[in-house]
């Protein structure tokens, strides 16, 4: 067995290992082709890289990657806990800001603003960074919840609504209420069972689940994980420049029963999400002295550094191709303009997600449910609306009950829902996902019972008043998003680490 003392030896660019769940690698040769850049495995060069490595890479990655006899054999556990204590001293990073016994009891969340809250506090700065930014100027992430402000009820009275059904059907399947669990990379970031909390918690609450191609668990953890076999889960594909990997993906994902593929179409690039990049601008130093052998430019941040796979010539040519490859139903996430819908709809796709990715993408994209209120329209008017073949979705923003009932009173068959179960889990678990799906179905009731709709069939298109969407005038400016909401400008800093050019600027003139 290798003793800790061995590995550290091996710290530069010309010799350079690993320790991966105790497990010593060779990576030096791997250094070039690392797709997140050298300079991050050479800051683990004869260290153990487990906590870094694992919320990026699902299992299996390393022994993917790496010819066997770069893996070198176990370290004495012993010996390791010299080298974490060493590891201890290295660290740049400061802590979530409240420590785990001072979380606040997970009752005290009331609705689903309040797990960010809690989140913001709990998450390391480096995780809070990759899950809350959007792109740019952000002005997009903050339409998505603004967007719901411009749309007001028409409620009808004296309705018998002692029974509340808000239960219905996702492509064939039946869910408890019209959401998804959409998909969100790297779960581990938050919490060490990443996103198998949401599997947990959306077999319970009977909610699906949309499987990410970047999740930091594996695939088959997550399958493996639901609660029972009857729990549908969905796939989302980044579709790779490599189709036999793509390929096997798909044949893999039908085999173990997922029911419906969700291609990824917004993002031929990933957006610039600058909370996320300065977060990895954490060496100030070191780029004064660069040695221009790190190609790859490490102020990325996180979500930059694991996508270079993602195939940017995809087009419309593409989808018959996975038609002759998988029987799934083939969704498009990511349509943002009625044009795209209806090209979808003729090619007899069987679905849409309206969809910026969350304001993560391009800045300056019109919300899901703006772009929702254009689609259906348009679909009507050449038939191809209503149609249980083709089925519309929408996500981005949607935070609380009234903003999925707008959502299907405009035509939506359900929404998806991102960061808040992010933020849930990060804080309490599977039991923060569940406890948000319940306060979700608590507003659901008595929205619906107050709008006169004792199911989701009588929420239609009268019951909501949209003149003002279209205006991107806000009439509600202090909506509990913008409350939440983190300016740019102060962000971050919080790690010790540069946050603003300003700090940067400043940071360099002390060098
Ligand atoms: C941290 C994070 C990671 C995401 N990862 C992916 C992804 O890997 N694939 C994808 O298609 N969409 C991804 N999205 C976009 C979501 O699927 C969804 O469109 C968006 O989060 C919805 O907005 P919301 O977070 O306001 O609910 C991600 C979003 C966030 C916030």
Redesign the pocket.
């Known amino acids: 067995m290798l003793k800790y003392e061995e590995v550290a030896k091996h710290n530069t660019r010309d010799s350079c290992w690993v320790i991966v769940h105790g497990e010593a690698y060779d990576v030096t040769e791997f250094l070039p082709d690392h797709p997140g850049g050298s300079k991050i495995i050479l800051k683990y060069a004869g260290k153990d890289a487990t906590e870094e490595y694992d919320p990026i890479h699902p299992p299996g990655t390393l022994e993917q990657n790496l010819p066997k006899e770069r893996c070198l054999g176990k370290v004495d556990p012993d010996t390791l806990k010299d080298g974490a204590a060493q590891l201890q001293r290295d660290k740049k990073e400061v802590g979530p800001s409240i420590k785990e016994d001072k979380i606040p009891p997970m009752e005290l969340c009331l609705n689903l603003y309040d797990f960010e809250v809690v989140a913001k506090r709990v998450l390391k700065p480096t995780a809070w960074a990759?899950?809350s930014s959007g792109a740019d100027d952000e002005v997009t992430m903050r339409e998505?919840s603004g967007a719901f402000g411009r749309i007001w009820f028409r409620p009808r009275i004296l309705r018998d609504v002692s029974k509340i059904d808000f239960s219905t059907s996702i492509l064939g399947h039946k869910c408890s209420m019209p959401l998804y669990i959409?998909?969100?990379?790297?779960g581990k970031l938050g919490h060490p069972d990443g996103e198998k909390n949401l599997t947990i918690a959306a077999g319970k609450e009977k909610i699906i689940q949309m499987i990410?191609?970047?999740a930091s668990c594996s695939f088959d953890e997550l399958v493996d994980a639901r609660i029972d076999e009857n729990q549908v889960q969905f796939f989302?594909l980044?579709v790779n420049s490599n189709r036999a990997i793509t390929e096997k993906i798909v044949r893999k994902a039908e085999e173990r029963g997922v029911k419906a593929l969700f291609i990824?179409v917004d993002?031929p690039q990933l957006g610039r999400r600058e909370k996320d990049m300065r977060m990895k601008f954490d060496d100030v130093g070191s780029r004064v002295q660069n040695d221009n052998k790190d190609n790859v430019d490490r102020s990325q941040g996180a979500a930059r550094a694991i996508s270079s796979f993602i195939d940017p010539s995809l087009s419309w040519d593409d989808l018959n191709w996975f038609r002759s490859i998988t029987r799934m139903p083939i969704i498009l996430?990511g349509v943002q303009t009625w044009e795209d819908a209806v090209m979808a709809a003729e090619l007899g796709l069987n679905g849409i997600v309206l969809?910026n990715?969350?304001g993560?993408q391009l800045d300056y994209a019109r919300s899901g449910i703006e772009v929702l209120g254009e689609v259906v329209p348009k679909l009507r008017e050449r038939g191809l609306f209503p149609n249980p073949m083709f089925q519309i979705f929408v996500?981005?923003?949607?935070r609380r009950a009234t903003d999925i009932l707008k959502a299907v009173a405009m035509g939506a068959t359900a929404v998806?829902?991102?960061?808040?179960f992010?933020y849930a889990y990060s804080s309490y678990g599977w039991q923060g996902v569940q406890h948000a799906i319940q306060l979700l179905k608590a507003e659901m009731e008595m929205n619906m019972r107050l709008l006169g709709a004792p199911t989701l069939k009588d929420v239609v298109p009268e019951m909501v008043d949209t003149r003002a969407l279209y205006t991107h005038t806000n009439t509600v400016p202090e909506s509990s998003g913008s409350q939440v909401y983190e300016k740019m400008s102060t962000a971050i800093g919080k790690a010790g680490d540069a946050a603003t050019i300003a700090d940067i600027a400043d940071k360099m003139s002390k060098l």
């Open positions: 990759y899950y998505n959409t998909a969100t990379a790297l990410p191609t970047l989302q980044y990824t993002a996430k969809s990715h969350g993560r996500d981005g923003g949607f998806g829902i991102g960061r808040p992010l």
